[in-house]
């Protein structure tokens, strides 16, 4: 592809070079059903994968485990975790790290929908090396 074409091309549109980087756009990706529970918006390398999440009014994540560490940052919104016996809320501008292997529940506090980047930590890269890094979408319900 010559330098001309590349430069073309929309800048929204994902750009990958195998086991170096993926480029790609936040905007780009959007949920294809808004009935969902959760849109996510997905950027997986060999030991990160970043996750942004739109979550909708009565959205409650039943408790859980990751084998990665997990860094939530609530951009809009509350969300509560349910982790260690106690609850603890999480509010636009703050975030919360869970360790790899604990158990946790999350929901959306209140009736105000909730934007937050879930961010996923491995110490070591996925199993066989990993493949290239990719950007993807999906919605999902609870």
Not at 15 to 21: A, C, E, F, H
Not at 45 to 70: K, L, N
Request: charge should be positive; proline fraction near 8%.
């Amino acid at each position: 592809m010559s330098q001309e074409s590349r430069t073309a091309q929309p800048r929204s549109r994902t750009r990958t070079l195998p086991g170096k980087y993926t480029v790609g756009s936040w905007q780009s990706l959007t949920a294809p059903d808004p009935q969902q529970l959760i849109a996510e918006e997905v950027i997986a390398t060999q030991r990160v994968m970043v996750v942004r999440c739109a979550y909708r009014p009565g959205t409650d994540i039943p408790p859980h485990v990751h084998r990665r560490e997990q860094l939530t940052i609530v951009e809009s919104g509350v969300l509560e975790f349910a982790i260690n016996g106690g609850t603890v809320a999480v509010e636009p501008g703050r975030m919360i790290s869970v360790f790899p292997g604990v158990l946790h529940g999350t929901r959306v506090a209140g009736d105000e929908p909730v934007r937050a980047l879930n961010i996923f930590y491995a110490a070591t890269a996925s199993p066989g090396g990993g493949g290239a890094p990719t950007l993807a979408r999906r919605s999902r319900a609870i």
